[in-house]
Nanobody, 124 residues
Framework: QVQLVESGGGLVQAGGSLRLSCAAS????????MSWFRQAPGKEREFVVA????????RYADSVKGRYTISRDKAKNTVYLQMNSLNPEDTAVYYC?????????????????WGKGILVTVSS
């Protein structure tokens, strides 16, 4: 079965950087897109960024444009999220997700597989 395992979270000061990784296994992802969502305490899960696995094109939420960068390593079946210029509003549990279509959806209900999530805490 498909497994998505996030790593790289933790505590960082405002203005700092973190890189999250999502190791994917269980199938080939050539027709998939991979996304990162996040959920802050007391808030709904929100779309952050997505990448089409085959061609590498991306889509970003306005709140992270210019600060976050998504990439993937096909050989390692891993998706990365480089997060720069972090601020306390970025504090959340970050989830890696996969959907079996190259059409990028920002609605979490369209995603087929989810990781367990990883906590990112940005202190002021």
């Amino acid at each position: 079965q498909v497994q998505l395992v996030e790593s790289g979270g933790g505590l960082v000061q405002a203005g700092g950087s973190l890189r999250l990784s999502c190791a994917a296994s269980g199938r080939t992802f050539s027709n998939y897109h991979m996304s990162w969502f996040r959920q802050a305490p007391g808030k709904e899960r929100e779309f952050v960024v997505a990448i089409r696995w085959s061609v590498g094109s991306t889509r970003y939420a306005d709140s992270v444009k210019g600060r976050y960068t998504i990439s993937r390593d096909k050989a390692k079946n891993t998706v990365y999220l480089q997060m720069n210029s972090l601020n306390p509003e970025d504090t959340a549990v970050y989830y890696c997700a996969a959907a079996g279509t190259p059409v990028i959806y920002t609605d979490s209900h369209h995603m087929d597989y989810w990781g367990k999530g990883i906590l990112v805490t940005v202190s002021s």
